[in-house]
């Protein structure tokens, strides 16, 4: 019964750990909003500065763009959310009257946003 337990407990973890692309969309688009999420994070936890992760990002939408034609709705909402924080990133940076039109709070919502649609945990 134990050896039965032991091996479910190490089944549970193994199968945590492996990343589930969702249905419909494809392997490289779920990566990209991945290192989009991270990006994210790795801003708000203020391991980025703004100017560092709104050219990360734009980076990541770039390259999302180069690969996306003719893909599933899953991919287009992915991608569609990747440039909303793009957008949002520059929206933060100061315009020349010193304005910020940008927020954290809406970067964190559409990093949630991105995350429910990866089926990744939200923050």
């Not at 709705?73 to 924080?85: F, S």
Request: net charge negative; proline share 2%; aromatic share 10%.
């Amino acid at each position: 019964m134990k050896k039965w337990i032991v091996t479910m407990v190490a089944m549970v973890s193994v199968f945590g750990l492996v990343a589930c692309v969702p249905l419909g969309m494809s392997d490289k688009i779920y990566d990209f909003g991945i290192k989009a999420i991270n990006v994210t994070d790795k801003y708000l936890d203020a391991d980025l500065t703004l100017d560092e992760a709104h050219t990360e990002i734009r980076d990541i939408e770039n390259q999302v763009f180069e690969i996306f034609g003719g893909s599933s709705e899953k991919d287009y909402a992915a991608y569609n959310l990747i440039a909303c924080l793009g957008i949002e990133f520059e929206n933060m940076l100061p315009y020349s009257d010193g304005a910020f039109k940008g927020t954290d709070e809406e970067a964190l919502r559409l990093r949630n946003s991105l995350a429910e649609e990866l089926g990744v945990k939200k923050r």
